[in-house]
């Protein structure tokens, strides 16, 4: 790694290798991202590197570029392949950003939210929908346009709120990327529309006639968290399995002694492996 001083002055970064970032400002919502960019350093193939969308940038793009540096070096033995990691994140040092709850998150009358810890209000939220224009119709097409990229290979892997944000960009709009990888996802924040969306989703996903392979994970310690994360995980997982669509697929898999945090690196590594399935 390059070692370089970092803006603020406060002394020596890196810059992870085959890296880039650059600011990108939404022309829907005009909310500015932090928009971190990984290209693997070998030629693409004929037919464009596959893409992987990740959300939460600023917790784990370091963590899924290392793990895909080093495991596709050697994808004989690994099972992944070199891929163009787009990492979606904010100008702020913190790892989870509050501006997460507003992008990741459709609206939800208040009486219908999880009371905080604390007590305190939750941060603004309800921009799900601005958020995925954005990703779709502005974000995806610059991609495109700056790299060779495989469109028939795109993956979006997000944890927790960005794993609610997955699975509901999964059932709002199903065939937008070939891979969902969702893990530990806040399902409990929008119960009520998931189960809407359910309703209608097999037909409309049947009508895009998109290959889909959805996984969704948690951590086994997470089995007691008063949210039922990992029992609400494992039901979608079993439903959307159960679908019999063609060309689709969804599994649930629950990582031993791992908690909600612990679980990010297991979860970046097993997200490149899964999105290299073809």
């Given at each position: 790694?390059?070692?370089?001083?970092?803006?603020?002055?406060?002394?020596?970064?890196?810059?992870?290798?085959?890296?880039?970032?650059?600011?990108?400002?939404?022309?829907?919502?005009?909310?500015?991202?932090?928009?971190?960019?990984?290209?693997?350093?070998?030629?693409?193939?004929?037919?464009?590197?596959?893409?992987?969308?990740?959300?939460?940038?600023n917790a784990?793009?370091?963590?899924?570029?290392?793990?895909?540096?080093?495991?596709?070096?050697?994808?004989?033995?690994?099972?992944?392949?070199?891929?163009?990691?787009?990492?979606?994140?904010?100008?702020?040092?913190?790892?989870?950003?509050?501006?997460?709850?507003?992008?990741?998150?459709?609206?939800?009358?208040?009486?219908?939210?999880?009371?905080?810890?604390?007590?305190?209000?939750?941060?603004?939220?309800?921009?799900?929908?601005?958020?995925?224009h954005f990703?779709?119709?502005?974000?995806?097409?610059?991609?495109?346009?700056?790299?060779?990229?495989?469109?028939?290979?795109?993956?979006?892997?997000?944890?927790?709120?960005?794993?609610?944000?997955?699975?509901?960009?999964?059932?709002?709009?199903?065939?937008?990327?070939?891979?969902?990888?969702?893990?530990?996802?806040?399902?409990?924040?929008?119960?009520?529309?998931?189960?809407?969306?359910?309703?209608s989703w097999?037909?409309?996903?049947?009508?895009?006639?998109?290959?889909?392979?959805?996984?969704?994970?948690?951590?086994?310690?997470?089995?007691?968290?008063?949210?039922?994360?990992?029992?609400?995980?494992?039901?979608?997982?079993?439903?959307?399995?159960?679908?019999?669509?063609?060309?689709?697929?969804?599994?649930?898999?629950?990582?031993?002694?791992?908690?909600?945090?612990?679980?990010?690196?297991?979860?970046?590594?097993?997200?490149?492996?899964?999105?290299?399935?073809?």
């Amino acid at each position: 790694m390059k070692q370089v001083i970092n803006q603020d002055g406060m002394g020596p970064g890196v810059i992870l290798p085959g890296t880039s970032v650059y600011k990108l400002r939404a022309e829907r919502s005009g909310r500015e991202y932090v928009i971190n960019v990984f290209v693997p350093e070998i030629a693409p193939p004929s037919s464009g590197y596959p893409v992987i969308y990740l959300l939460d940038a600023n917790a784990v793009f370091g963590t899924m570029v290392e793990a895909m540096r080093v495991q596709s070096a050697r994808s004989d033995k690994t099972g992944v392949v070199p891929a163009v990691i787009v990492g979606i994140g904010y100008e702020a040092k913190q790892p989870f950003p509050p501006e997460r709850y507003y992008d990741f998150m459709m609206p939800v009358p208040e009486v219908d939210l999880p009371r905080r810890p604390d007590g305190a209000s939750w941060p603004e939220h309800g921009g799900a929908e601005a958020f995925m224009h954005f990703i779709e119709e502005q974000l995806k097409p610059e991609v495109e346009e700056k790299y060779s990229i495989d469109r028939s290979r795109q993956s979006i892997v997000g944890h927790s709120l960005g794993g609610l944000l997955v699975l509901q960009m999964l059932l709002g709009n199903p065939g937008t990327f070939r891979h969902y990888i969702a893990g530990s996802p806040s399902i409990h924040w929008n119960s009520a529309w998931i189960v809407q969306q359910r309703a209608s989703w097999v037909s409309r996903a049947e009508n895009c006639g998109k290959e889909m392979h959805v996984l969704i994970t948690a951590g086994e310690q997470e089995g007691s968290h008063p949210s039922g994360v990992v029992g609400r995980s494992r039901e979608l997982a079993h439903w959307l399995g159960q679908t019999g669509l063609e060309g689709f697929s969804a599994e649930f898999t629950c990582f031993a002694d791992e908690g909600h945090i612990s679980v990010l690196p297991i979860l970046m590594s097993r997200a490149i492996r899964f999105a290299s399935r073809g």
